[in-house]
């Protein structure tokens, strides 16, 4: 008799461990390990000298970032890769140290996911990072905008805002997105409205950047505040995540009542596939959410598509935006 074949167990002896890799990156990141490596080879003794580290445990570490690609070998030294030298050395225009400090921060909450799970609690409190403490809070507003400047830079290439005049950024966080959008249509203004932890540290973040005169900073709680009248544009970013169906509903209907006719409303967030199992990232990313945030979940774009048309926005549509982004962006007009 044929038994049926087994199936090929290397799928969950891989997950078993893709924790290792993750912390092996973040680790070297944290500590700047790549910076050592952007130029001439050196030896892990040298990096470990250099780095104020272990010389046995630096060599361990720097034959793993090889093996996962991140360093090579070279004339007996160890050199960054190619990839490496882009996107994890802090001087290059392309650095994402700054987004990955939000990944690496969470790794202790992954930790706790069991206890979330007996709880149905978030393992982090949100309020700590969203005003209550203010080092918490200035580290997330940063971790935000060096995440969000990846993203944002991509939505302004994809977003359609000629001609409109006043935008209102509900839940903007750092002010990045108001930032780059306003940037690039030099007629738009752009209201944030954040809460007044958040708000403050957007303050100086948009100062910074010299955009003080096209976007403003509105302390608030996009619950219970007026998000006010005469917007042509509406976005919500990276806020849905955070709330339920109910929820998400009740602010598409507070967009529509502040927005002129044939405003426009964006929601852009990384949303999945009906039935929510779907792609791998998003399905993760929800319960990453409900890991930081009292509601935190994951909702599918046909859902939110749906919640628009169910408001009155019409001509409402889905784009994801191009790899490695796993964001969409639903879109709706008011005619
Ligand atoms: C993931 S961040 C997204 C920030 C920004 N829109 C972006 O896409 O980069 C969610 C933002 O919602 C803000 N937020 C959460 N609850 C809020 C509330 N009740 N009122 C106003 N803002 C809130 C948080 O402070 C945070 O900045």
Redesign the pocket.
């Given at each position: 008799m044929n038994r049926p074949a087994m199936p090929d167990p290397t799928p969950i002896v891989r997950l078993t461990t893709a924790f290792w890799d993750s912390q092996a990156l973040l680790t070297a990141s944290r500590l700047k390990l790549f910076d050592q490596l952007a130029g001439d080879p050196k030896s892990p003794e040298q990096v470990a000298a250099a780095l104020g580290l272990d010389a046995r445990m630096t060599d361990l570490l720097m034959r793993v970032l090889v093996a996962l690609g991140l360093l090579e070998v070279r004339d007996g030294g160890f050199v960054n890769s190619a990839s490496a030298n882009a996107f994890l050395v802090s001087s290059s225009p392309a650095y994402m140290g700054g987004a990955m400090r939000y990944s690496d921060q969470l790794y202790g909450t992954w930790g706790r996911l069991e206890d979330a799970l007996r709880s149905g609690q978030p393992a982090l409190s949100?309020e700590a990072y969203?005003?209550d403490d203010a080092e918490r809070t200035r580290t997330f507003?940063y971790a935000?905008?060096g995440?969000?400047m990846g993203?944002?830079r991509v939505l302004v290439e994809v977003l359609d805002l000629r001609g409109r005049k006043s935008m209102l950024?509900?839940?903007?966080?750092?002010g990045?997105?108001s930032i780059l959008l306003t940037q690039r249509h030099p007629g738009l203004h752009s209201d944030v409205?954040?809460?007044p932890g958040?708000a403050a540290v957007a303050r100086e973040i948009v100062a910074a950047a010299g955009a003080g005169d096209r976007v403003s900073l509105r302390d608030?709680?996009?619950?219970?505040?007026e998000f006010g009248t005469g917007y042509d544009v509406v976005?919500?970013?990276?806020?849905f995540?955070?709330e339920t169906a109910a929820s998400c509903r009740r602010l598409i209907e507070k967009a529509r009542a502040c927005l002129v006719p044939g405003g426009l409303l964006i929601v852009?967030d990384v949303f999945a596939d009906e039935g929510r199992c779907s792609p791998p990232f998003a399905a993760l990313f929800g319960l990453n959410m409900a890991l930081t945030a009292p509601d935190g979940t994951v909702h599918a774009d046909a859902d939110v598509a749906g919640w628009l048309r169910d408001a009155g926005f019409s001509d409402v549509g889905v784009r994801p935006l191009p790899p490695p982004m796993p964001h969409r962006v639903v879109t709706g007009h008011l005619s």
């Open positions: 949100a969203l005003g507003v935000m905008h995440r969000a993203i944002a950024d509900v839940g903007g966080g750092p990045t997105y409205l954040e809460l958040v608030g709680d996009y619950h219970g505040s976005l919500m970013s990276g806020m995540h955070r852009s």
